[in-house]
C-alpha cells in the first residue's frame, strides 16, 4: 500500500466510522427498546452503497474525479468499510444474548444478513441503471 | 451525551459529542487502513479468495470487541475516550459488514456459488462467535 492510498482509505474510513456513530445515536433514540435496528439500517444501507460503488466501478468509471482504483479504496475500502461494522453486530448479539433476549439477537443477527445480498444486488441494479443513464446522457 | 442503547456505537457517558466522534474518527481510519493493509499484504501472496481474509478480519475484530465491550461494561476500566477510540472506532473501521457482503456476491457473480456459500456461512457463524468468546474471556 502507498502514502497516498492509505491517506484515502484513513480519510475515508473515519468519515464512513463518524457517519456510523451518527446514524446509530440519531436513530436508537427514535427505535427505544429496539435500538438494534439503528445498526441494520446501517449495515443494510451500506450493501446497498457498496453494490452501487462497485458496479460503477466495473463499469472503468469513477467518482469525483478519481480513478476507479482510487474511488474503491476510497469509497468501498474505506467509507463503506468503516461505515458498516461486523464487531457492532457480533458485540450486540452477544449483548442482547446475555441479556435473555434471545428472539431480538436471532432477529437482530439475521436480518442484516438475509437483507445483505438483496441490498448489494439492489445498489448494482440502480448502479447498472446509472451507468446505462451516464452513457446515453453524454453519447452525441 | 446519552448512551444509544447499541453497546458497541455508543461512546459510554461522559464524552462529549464532538470529543468521541474526533475519537471514533481516529480510530476507524486507522482500522480500515489496518484492514485494507492485510487485506493487500496477504493476497499479494495467495490467490484464494479474499471473503475468507475478511471472515478472518471480522473474526479477530469481533473478539477484541466483544472483550473491550465487556471489560468496560463490567469493570469500567475503560474511560469513555479510549472505548471510542478502540470499539466503535478501531473495531467498527477494522471489520467490515459491506466488504464481506460486496465479496460474496463478486464470487456469486463469477460463478462460485459453492465458495460463496461457505464464505458466507463461515463467516456468519465465526463473526457472530467471536464477540462471544471474547466477552466470556472477561467474565471468567
Known amino acids: 500500500m502507498s502514502l497516498i492510498t492509505m491517506s484515502i482509505t484513513f480519510g475515508g474510513g473515519a468519515v464512513g466510522s463518524v457517519l456510523r456513530h451518527l446514524v446509530v445515536v440519531l436513530f436508537a433514540g427514535r427505535f427505544g427498546r429496539h435500538a438494534w435496528v439503528a445498526l441494520a439500517i446501517v449495515n443494510i444501507t451500506g450493501c446497498v452503497a457498496i453494490g452501487l460503488v462497485e458496479r460503477w466501478i466495473t463499469a472503468g468509471e469513477g467518482l469525483l474525479g478519481m480513478s476507479p482504483q482510487f474511488t474503491r479504496w476510497t469509497f468501498s475500502t474505506g467509507l463503506l468499510g468503516g461505515y458498516t461494522s461486523f464487531s457492532a453486530l457480533s458485540v450486540l448479539s452477544d449483548r442482547l444474548w446475555t441479556e435473555g433476549r434471545r428472539w431480538t439477537a436471532v432477529v437482530q443477527t439475521m436480518l442484516p444478513i438475509a437483507l445483505a445480498l438483496p441490498a448489494v444486488w439492489l445498489g448494482a441494479a440502480v448502479g447498472g441503471w446509472l451507468v446505462a443513464s451516464f452513457a446515453k446522457g453524454v453519447a452525441p | ?140
Open chain 2, 1 to 140: 451525551m446519552k448512551s444509544s442503547g447499541v453497546p458497541s456505537d455508543a461512546v459510554q457517558p461522559g464524552a462529549t459529542l464532538w470529543l468521541g466522534c474526533l475519537m471514533i474518527a481516529l480510530g476507524g481510519g486507522i482500522g480500515s487502513v489496518a484492514r485494507a493493509a492485510t487485506l493487500a499484504s496477504i493476497h499479494e501472496h495467495v490467490a484464494y479468495p479474499p471473503l475468507f481474509t475478511v471472515t478472518g478480519i471480522n473474526l479477530l475484530g469481533g473478539a477484541l470487541a466483544g472483550f473491550l465491550a465487556e471489560r468496560a461494561r463490567r469493570k469500567g476500566r475503560l474511560g469513555s475516550w479510549p472505548f471510542a477510540l478502540l470499539v466503535p472506532g478501531f473495531c467498527g473501521g477494522f471489520t467490515t459488514f459491506s466488504s464481506f457482503a460486496g465479496q460474496s456476491s463478486r464470487l456469486m457473480d463469477q460463478g462460485n456459488w459453492d465458495t460463496a456459500l461457505y464464505g458466507i456461512g463461515a463467516g456468519v457463524l465465526l463473526g457472530l462467535l467471536a464477540g462471544r468468546v471474547g466477552s466470556m474471556w472477561v467474565r471468567t
